[in-house]
Structures are given as structure tokens and as C-alpha cells.
């Protein structure tokens, strides 16, 4: 009997601007001018070419490939590592004329093997911490007051741990 665990994880934030503002931070992941990603603290998110469906690449390890993208709208991935990630993941902006737009990600996928360990006590805190920071680092870039939340020690210990010396601090 194979082991899986099945996850679904959502982060998202309202943000009082126009729905083409919102949508724009989705189009600038992995670019020179990415305004969504938080890649002052965390590893960048990059590709072998510009964001558009078929580009494969990762941040960390990792791993996927651009599954569709709704310029302006929305942008999906699929997972192609590490092992045992069987999903996508994706940032979608909800709301197209109203006082408020949303701002989400979800991943969902099934672990398997070692990653059913590994998904909840390393990658999934590290996870919620990158993207709470990537939903400040939106806020920050549509000149909002951001909503920083703190990382967990696990996160810092995580951090250190993987990272070495070489761990980047939250900017």
C-alpha cells in the first residue's frame, strides 16, 4: 500500500486597487522586475525563458513547468519535483471592477513516498512562510501597508539549517 496525503493550501490577501494592478504582479514573476516574488529573502522563482506556458524551472528545488497562463489574471504550475509532489500550484486574482480584488495562491497536490514526511515538517512551513512574504512584498509593491507575519523558529531553524551561512534575512 502506497502512502498519500492529500493537500490543499491556500494564501491569499484583498487589496483595495484596480484588478489590472493585481493582475500585473502575476505577470512579472521570475522577470528582472519581478514585483510578487519575495526574492530578497527567499530563493528567485526562474525559468529557461520568459513567464509563458511550457517554460520549466523552479525556485529551491523546487521544481515545475508553467501549466497556463491568463496574462493579467492568473498563472498555473505543475510540479515536476522533487519527488512525490503530484499537483500544481498558482497565483489566480479575483475581482475585476469592484472595491476589492483578491490576490491567491493555491497548491494542490498528493504526496508520496518520502514526501509525505517531507511536505508537512519541512517544505510546508517554509512554504506558508515564503508565501506570506510574497503576499507582503505584493502589498509593499501596490504601495499598501503590508501584512508581515513573523517566521516560526522551525522556519529560522529550517532556514539555517539548509541554508548554511549563506541564509538570506527577511529585508
Known amino acids: 500500500m502506497v502512502a498519500l496525503l492529500k493537500v490543499l493550501n491556500i494564501h491569499e490577501r484583498r487589496f483595495a486597487a484596480p ?13 528582472t522586475a519581478d514585483r510578487l516574488w ?6 528567485r522563482m526562474t525559468f529557461d525563458r520568459p513567464l509563458g506556458v511550457g517554460a520549466k524551472g523552479g525556485h529551491g528545488p523546487i521544481r515545475y ?11 498555473r504550475f505543475r ?7 503530484d499537483g500544481h500550484h498558482g497565483f489566480e486574482m479575483l475581482g475585476s471592477g469592484g472595491r476589492e480584488v483578491v490576490l491567491r495562491h493555491t497548491l494542490q497536490m ?4 518520502p514526501a ?3 511536505w508537512p ?4 512551513p517554509l512554504h506558508d512562510a515564503l508565501l506570506e ?19 516560526s523558529r522551525w522556519v529560522k531553524l529550517l532556514r539555517s539549517l539548509l541554508a548554511g551561512k549563506r541564509t538570506a534575512r527577511r529585508s
Not at 510540479?79 to 509532489?85: I, N
Request: glycine share 10%.
Open 38 to 43: 519575495p526574492h530578497r529573502s527567499w530563493p
Open 79 to 85: 510540479f515536476t519535483g522533487p519527488a512525490g509532489f
Open 65 to 75: 513547468v508553467v501549466e497556463s497562463h491568463e496574462p493579467g489574471v492568473s498563472v
Open 116 to 118: 509525505v514526511i517531507s
Open 110 to 113: 498528493e504526496t508520496k513516498g
Open 19 to 31: 484588478a489590472s494592478a493585481v493582475g500585473s504582479l502575476i505577470d512579472t514573476l521570475a522577470s
Open 133 to 151: 512574504d510574497a503576499m507582503a512584498q505584493a502589498a509593499v509593491s501596490l504601495g499598501v501597508e503590508p501584512e508581515v507575519r513573523g517566521w
Open 121 to 124: 515538517l519541512i517544505y510546508r
